[in-house]
């Protein structure tokens, strides 16, 4: 049988109206990138910098050299555990700022890091332990906990619902997309994730995390 819906038949609140088709495929684009090398924010100092992201968060600090654009600044770099590297400019002339950071256009809302499912209520009792707040989340097609660095920029820790193969993230994505957009509904949530698991032909092999609030609206 054939589809004969509109493009926006299936609309949620706050989908557009026309909008661009979700798809794993490859755009037609002049470009095509093979993945992110490098995120880099502004920092404060390199001890505060070491302390939260190595220290706390567990990341290795793989390089460190003068910022080759401005050399009175220093540039690390963190491993951020796939090889994906978060790099941070430091000056020890600036001190932190922990007050919440509000961004216009343009700017960074916040950066998000996964986390082993079968580590998620240790990473809670660590950052109870290292005296950072947080909000723990459900976010549909994962579950997340939401704080914030030395800096005031919101740090998301996610992990994933059930067992994703390498390399197939955004196909299971597209189509967790499309059993929402079949159903109506508002944004993807755990049982769109588990129906385009099946619908790949993958095995829904779902992870032991604990239950939270959807948090829609709930992060600044």
């Given at each position: 049988?054939?589809?004969?819906?509109?493009?926006?038949?299936n609309?949620g609140?706050?989908?557009?109206?026309d909008?661009?088709?979700?798809t794993?495929?490859?755009?037609d684009?002049?470009?095509?990138?093979?993945?992110?090398d490098?995120?880099t924010?502004?920092?404060?100092?390199?001890?505060?910098?070491?302390?939260?992201?190595?220290?706390?968060?567990?990341?290795?600090?793989?390089?460190?050299?003068?910022n080759?654009?401005?050399?009175?600044?220093?540039h690390l770099f963190?491993?951020?555990g796939?090889?994906?590297?978060?790099?941070?400019?430091?000056?020890?002339?600036?001190?932190s700022?922990?007050?919440?950071?509000?961004?216009?256009t343009?700017?960074?809302?916040?950066?998000?890091?996964?986390?082993?499912p079968?580590?998620?209520?240790?990473?809670?009792?660590a950052?109870?332990?290292a005296?950072?707040?947080?909000n723990r989340?459900?976010?549909?097609?994962?579950?997340?906990?939401?704080?914030?660095?030395?800096?005031?920029?919101?740090?998301?820790?996610?992990?994933?619902?059930?067992?994703i193969?390498?390399?197939?993230?955004?196909?299971?994505?597209a189509?967790?997309?499309?059993?929402r957009?079949r159903?109506?509904?508002?944004?993807a949530?755990t049982?769109?994730m588990?129906?385009?698991l099946?619908e790949?032909?993958?095995?829904?092999?779902?992870?032991?995390?604990p239950d939270?609030?959807?948090?829609?609206?709930?992060?600044e």
């Amino acid at each position: 049988m054939s589809d004969t819906s509109g493009p926006d038949d299936n609309a949620g609140p706050g989908d557009d109206p026309d909008p661009a088709p979700v798809t794993a495929g490859s755009p037609d684009s002049p470009i095509t990138t093979t993945g992110t090398d490098h995120i880099t924010v502004w920092g404060s100092n390199t001890e505060d910098t070491i302390a939260f992201y190595r220290d706390l968060l567990g990341m290795p600090l793989v390089l460190r050299q003068p910022n080759l654009d401005d050399p009175s600044q220093t540039h690390l770099f963190f491993d951020t555990g796939d090889g994906t590297i978060l790099t941070v400019f430091v000056s020890d002339s600036r001190d932190s700022e922990p007050r919440p950071q509000r961004t216009g256009t343009g700017g960074v809302h916040h950066l998000c890091f996964n986390v082993a499912p079968d580590r998620f209520r240790a990473v809670q009792t660590a950052l109870e332990q290292a005296g950072r707040s947080y909000n723990r989340f459900d976010r549909g097609v994962f579950l997340s906990l939401y704080t914030r660095d030395h800096n005031g920029l919101i740090i998301e820790l996610t992990a994933d619902k059930f067992d994703i193969p390498d390399g197939r993230r955004g196909e299971v994505l597209a189509a967790a997309q499309r059993v929402r957009e079949r159903e109506g509904a508002e944004y993807a949530q755990t049982e769109h994730m588990a129906a385009a698991l099946e619908e790949l032909g993958i095995e829904v092999s779902p992870n032991d995390l604990p239950d939270a609030d959807s948090g829609v609206g709930g992060v600044e």
